[in-house]
């Protein structure tokens, strides 16, 4: 049954992992599914899920969990040294495209890296999304992807998610690890009002639009 394979790999990440290609090929399998495999990582995907057997907001947490909690703190050296850990990338921060999937991916890393025990794999997570999917394109993906009534809620998590990053990311580097900066609170802060501004001035090109028609 498909969900039968897809439980199958969530299992299997949660769990001690014996050797690199095995990784690799279960990392390939989800990212192939929902379009954010790599092309050279593309022989890893031949056993394929079933079409729309893996569910973005069902599924994902638990791999992203997994990678931050048990896989990347094993693996992380290994992947770095073997040239790939852009396939674990791929489950937080995507390599920005069009599709839609990349940013849900990214909005559901901020609240799984949130949620989930703190390391320093976690706090080099924050600090890729926040370069590449600030709350401009996660705003753009919300209302895109859902109703109104629905996007207004989402969208209320997502700004008490993504104001929370700098703090959260303080208290746990505190004096033992530094704090990137482009997550130290001001900068942090400064470049969120920036694009709130860009937000709130897009919609009221679009209300003038509308109101003139």
């Known amino acids: 049954m498909a969900q039968d394979d897809v439980k199958q790999v969530l299992d299997a990440l949660q769990s001690p992992i014996s050797n690199l290609e095995t990784l690799l090929t279960l990392l390939a399998r989800p990212l192939e599914s929902i379009g954010l495999l790599q092309t050279r990582f593309q022989k890893y995907a031949s056993e394929k899920f079933p079409k729309g057997s893996f569910n973005i907001p069902k599924h994902l947490p638990v791999i992203q969990r997994a990678l931050l909690q048990n896989t990347l703190p094993s693996w992380d ?30 909005l559901e890393a901020y609240t799984t890296i949130l949620s989930t025990p703190f390391n320093t794999i976690s706090v080099r997570y924050l600090s890729k999304l926040a370069r590449s999917y600030p709350i ?78």
Do not use: M
């Open 77 to 106: 050296s290994t992947l770095r040294g073997e040239n790939v850990l852009e396939i674990a990338d791929q489950f937080f921060c995507p390599t920005p495209s069009t599709l839609q999937n990349a940013c849900r991916t990214a």
């Open 136 to 213: 401009q394109p996660l705003f753009d993906s919300i209302f895109d992807l859902n109703p109104s009534n629905i996007a207004a809620i989402h969208w209320e998590d997502c700004v008490r998610t993504v104001i929370s990053v700098p703090t959260k990311v303080a208290n746990f580097c505190g004096r033992e690890h530094s704090v990137p900066d482009n997550l130290q609170y001001d900068t942090y802060i400064t470049d969120l009002s920036l694009h709130v501004e860009d937000i709130v001035w897009r919609l009221s090109s679009l209300d003038s639009v509308s109101q003139g028609e």
